[in-house]
């Protein structure tokens, strides 16, 4: 089943994630122990290559339906510092973004096999039809048997034509959405940032909330 996309209101998101001062972006934050946090476990691969993790996955995909679909938005991983590495960092940019690349492409394939259901789906149903009705006027000693194939034919291309409806305004059209979450997330900014700016960040965010109650 595709994935639901709902809206939320700006205010509510506003109270989820911060939002970048100087790019005026939301940031959707990740804190990690290590790079290979990142990739699935199970995948031999070169980081380049990997799989992302299920769970980090299925986190973005949350995370970015929750941010209006207008507003930009930054992926943000923090580190500890003792653990930055400009090699592991940059093969884990390409590999996240070579997963977002991979997802779009399946859902395009998606897309395809699914517009092809649709056409399909458009052509019976225009036949069954045209057949009931040429066929409903026939009478003689066939008339129970053809009776019967007529309203067969009429169910058929109804329920057909339902199908093809279904297929393209809610399956195809969660498809596409999710196609454009992961497309917004491919033109992202993607940082790597030490573990201490986060905290630093939460700080001076918490100082301000409490500003505001006094």
Request: hydrophobic share 40%; glycine share 4%; net charge neutral.
């Amino acid at each position: 089943m595709p994935m639901r996309i709902k809206r939320r209101k700006k205010t509510d998101t506003i109270n989820l994630y911060n939002i970048d001062p100087e790019t005026k972006a939301y940031m959707i934050e990740v804190s990690l122990e290590d790079y290979s946090e990142l990739f699935n476990g199970w995948d031999a691969s070169p980081l380049r290559r990997k799989d992302l993790e299920p769970e980090l996955i299925d986190y973005l995909e949350q995370a970015a339906t929750e941010i209006p679909k207008d507003e930009n938005v930054e992926l943000v991983f923090y580190l500890p510092q003792n653990m930055k590495d400009p090699d592991k960092e940059s093969k884990s940019l390409a590999g996240i973004r070579n997963n977002f690349k991979f997802v779009i492409f399946l859902i395009n394939k998606t897309l395809r096999l699914n517009y092809r259901q649709l056409a399909a789906y458009i052509m019976l149903s225009i036949l069954f039809l045209i057949g009931a009705y040429v066929f409903r006027n026939i009478g003689g000693e066939y008339a129970l048997f053809v009776s019967i194939m007529v309203e067969g034919l009429f169910i058929g291309g109804w329920f057909l034509l339902w199908e093809a409806f279904s297929l393209f305004f809610f399956e195809s059209h969660e498809t596409r959405l999710r196609k454009k979450l992961y497309q917004k997330m491919l033109s992202s900014n993607i940082y790597f940032k030490d573990t201490l700016a986060k905290e630093l960040e939460t700080t001076k965010t918490e100082a301000k909330e409490d500003a505001k109650l006094f």
